[in-house]
């Protein structure tokens, strides 16, 4: 059991159950005139869900953007930019989907490795 302590009592909260999963595989996209998504994790569980974990960005001739969406399509935050060879860590909450955005006009390949940790309550 959980329990929060204040100065006046002791009180107790019922335990929670969660589960936690760990999903990791490569993404890759190839540009196009048009910007491209490549939905890299998409949340058809619950939307009380936190994610934890990276994207990697291998290889490419520019640079691309993590965006984090809810359930309305929005971005959650600020998009992160990658440039080839980086990566970046996050951790969000409440969201729906991961998508990696190729900008327009860009071409070539674009190539990477998405991880995440994901827990939910049961």
């Known amino acids: 059991m959980g329990c929060n302590s204040s100065s006046s009592?002791?009180?107790c909260c019922p335990d929670k159950e969660y589960v936690q999963?760990?999903?990791?595989?490569p993404w890759?996209?190839?540009g196009a005139v048009a910007a491209v998504d490549v939905i890299v994790y998409s949340?058809?569980?619950t939307q009380n869900i936190v994610g934890t974990g990276y994207l990697q960005y291998d290889t490419g001739v520019g640079?691309?953007?993590l965006e984090v969406l809810d359930s309305a399509g929005?971005?959650?935050?600020?998009?992160?930019t990658l440039?080839?060879?980086t990566s970046?860590?996050?951790?969000?909450?409440?969201?729906?989907?991961i998508q990696v955005v190729i900008p327009a006009a860009a071409t070539g390949t674009f190539q990477g490795e998405f991880c995440i940790t994901t827990r939910y309550p049961m």
């Open 9 to 11: 009592a002791l009180s």
């Open 21 to 25: 999963d760990k999903v990791c595989s």
């Open 28 to 30: 890759s996209g190839t």
């Open 43 to 45: 949340n058809n569980i």
């Open 63 to 65: 640079n691309i953007t």
């Open 74 to 80: 929005a971005v959650i935050g600020t998009a992160i």
């Open 83 to 85: 440039t080839p060879g």
């Open 88 to 97: 970046v860590a996050f951790t969000y909450r409440r969201f729906s989907a």
